[in-house]
């Protein structure tokens, strides 16, 4: 038999947890988005099938992004993984947006 003090020691996490549940689905949907117009792309450039693309892979695979290498590459390791990309496509979609206006619900924005 459950004791009342344990009944209540567990209640508050009974009912975080489907909050959190909820909002962690949301945001791997989100980070998703981010990188699914090139995620294609992404996979295919990665040749050697480590899931991050060195300067070679990225001339060959994905040019566009060799100008900005050094950007997306925030760790300094000379790879670009799928997190620093979707990192960095997340971060120019923010700067295109530009501050919000006085008022705008910034959650309509896309």
Do not use: H
């Amino acid at each position: 038999m459950i004791s009342r003090r344990t009944r209540a020691a567990a209640l508050p996490l009974a009912l975080t947890l489907p909050l959190v549940a909820g909002c962690a689905g949301g945001y791997a949907d989100a980070r998703r988005d981010a990188l699914s117009p090139v995620r294609a792309e992404f996979d295919a450039a990665d040749t050697d099938g480590d899931e991050a693309l060195d300067r070679e892979e990225v001339a060959a695979g994905m040019p566009k992004l060799l100008e900005v290498f050094a950007e997306v590459d925030t760790d300094g390791n000379g790879e670009m993984t799928a997190a620093e990309l979707r990192s960095y496509l997340q971060w120019q979609r923010v700067l295109r947006l530009g501050p919000p206006r006085d008022g705008e619900d910034v959650r309509r924005r896309r």
